[in-house]
């Protein structure tokens, strides 16, 4: 059991499972693509976010930089130009919406 915690604890798995504290209930990593970028910037007020970002594929979106909304302001909270993030966004109509960002500075 030791080697299967230490070789956990190795993994980086910037999703990974993780138990909730107030249930004990596992909570599944999300579904949706993952992406990596650097912040352009923060409009926490609107719930937006730009990022410079790579080639998404999974979404047949270019490399570039946009403007997505969050799905939670709260995201936005820890973030500031010029930090990296991981992010996974998901398409909604014709918009796309981030659904989790986590700072990768």
Do not use: C
Request: net charge neutral.
């Amino acid at each position: 059991m030791a080697w299967s915690v230490a070789a956990t604890e190795a993994m980086v798995d910037p999703w990974p499972y993780h138990e909730d504290e107030t249930t004990g209930s596992v909570q599944l990593p999300p579904s949706g693509p993952r992406a990596s970028g650097r912040v352009v910037a923060v409009d926490r007020t609107a719930g937006k976010i730009t990022i410079e970002y790579p080639p998404i594929p999974q979404l047949l979106l270019e490399g570039g930089t946009r403007k997505f909304a969050v799905q939670d302001a709260a995201l936005l909270t820890s973030l500031a130009p010029g930090d990296k993030v991981r992010f996974e966004v998901e398409r909604e109509g014709r918009n796309f919406v981030v659904r989790r960002i986590v700072n990768s500075n």
